[in-house]
């Protein structure tokens, strides 16, 4: 409330939350983790799935609370499985460059844009 007694209105904001988008290079690598953890488990393939989606949930709507991984990228790492997403926040979309391994080729995705 304000000084008079009366409520004091602020205007409300539209927050807009970027599109998603995934290089095809990253989806390969979704479906080729999937098919690997499939083949072992069912349960932890799908579980590899859930945690993919949060993930890129919480990027869409909070992508500057992921660390700045490269001069253009950030990387938001799994919890559970040893990937991490590699994103760039561009001005209408967040670009999802790659979905990588944690002990293979460091960096092999730098040339995606």
Request: aromatic share 10%; charged share 25%; proline share 5%.
């Amino acid at each position: 409330m304000g000084r008079s007694g009366s409520s004091v209105a602020c205007p409300a904001r539209k927050v807009t939350q970027k599109q998603i988008r995934i290089q095809s290079e990253a989806q390969e690598e979704i479906n080729q983790a999937f098919d690997w953890y499939f083949e072992r488990s069912p349960a932890a393939a799908d579980a590899f799935l859930t945690e993919i989606g949060a993930s890129l949930s919480q990027i869409v709507s909070h992508p500057q609370h992921c660390p700045i991984y490269t001069k253009s990228t950030r990387r938001r790492v799994l919890s559970r499985f040893p990937y991490s997403v590699i994103f760039q926040e561009k001005d209408e979309t967040i670009l999802i460059v790659a979905v990588a391994h944690a002990k293979r080729r460091p960096g092999y995705w730098r040339g995606r844009n």
